[in-house]
T-cell receptor
Framework: NAGVTQTPKFQVLKTGQSMTLQCAQDMNHNSMYWYRQDPGMGLRLIYYSASEGTTDKGEVPNGYNVSRLNKREFSLRLESAAPSQTSVYFC??????????????FGPGTRLTVL | QQQVKQSPQSLIVQKGGISIINCAYENTAFDYFPWYQQFPGKGPALLIAIRPDVSEKKEGRFTISFNKSAKQFSLHIMDSQPGDSATYFCAASTSLRWTGANNLFFGTGTRLTVIP
């Protein structure tokens, strides 16, 4: 049982390049999330998917797009990377939609640098 | 605007001492308050959580104290150990029932170092 997995672990991009961050969970969870973590800012929600087939914006969605490919996979795409998107990106999942007490389980993160 | 305010930013404690991290919130719609622990190079992991109808929750050496009227809560780590050295995030959650997803707001984090 791997939990939440993310690829790649590290990535360096040049300004204007695009890339997709991949996330998968094997816990049969309904809801999935993408966060970014910046020094002194904590974790901020970029996008989430309450259930398969639905996605919605979080606190900081600008410059990102997401796809909930199926129940297991939730990808984050940067169409034209900017230095301000240098961050550590975490994917998370939780069992049920609409339950604030459900634990969010986090992946190991992707460290992205945009030059 | 930070929904959950956390202090201190960093904390150094001697082994065996008590570590205390404080958080405050404004939104009374929050109905669940978890604490996450993050080791370097890893994702955050749930440590302990409390609901606002309870004033204290204890799990081993970790205790959450919750003051609903003051809209404040804190994490106490008793008998702190070097293995507790990590970054700790408080968080607050509200069910977004119209969208069907819970939404977790994090504090800015506290880097705890426990000196042997």
């Amino acid at each position: 049982n791997a939990g939440v997995t993310q690829t790649p672990k590290f990535q360096v991009l040049k300004t204007g390049q695009s890339m997709t961050l991949q996330c998968a969970q094997d816990m049969n969870h309904n809801s999935m999330y993408w966060y970014r973590q910046d020094p002194g800012m904590g974790l901020r929600l970029i996008y989430y998917s309450a259930s398969e087939g639905t996605t919605d914006k979080g606190e900081v969605p600008n410059g990102y797009n997401v796809s909930r490919l199926n129940k297991r996979e939730f990808s984050l795409r940067l169409e034209s990377a900017a230095p301000s998107q240098t961050s550590v990106y975490f994917c998370a999942s939780s069992e049920r939609e609409g339950y604030s007490t459900d634990t969010q389980y986090f992946g190991p993160g992707t460290r992205l640098t945009v030059l | 605007q930070q929904q959950v305010k956390q202090s201190p930013q960093s904390l150094i404690v001697q082994k065996g001492g008590i570590s205390i991290i404080n958080c405050a919130y404004e939104n009374t719609a929050f109905d669940y308050f978890p604490w996450y622990q993050q080791f370097p190079g890893k994702g955050p992991a749930l440590l302990i959580a409390i609901r606002p109808d309870v004033s204290e929750k204890k799990e081993g050496r970790f205790t959450i104290s919750f003051n609903k009227s003051a809209k404040q809560f804190s994490l106490h780590i008793m008998d702190s150990q070097p293995g507790d050295s990590a970054t700790y995030f408080c968080a607050a959650s509200t069910s977004l029932r119209w969208t069907g997803a819970n939404n977790l707001f994090f504090g800015t984090g506290t880097r705890l170092t426990v000196i042997p």
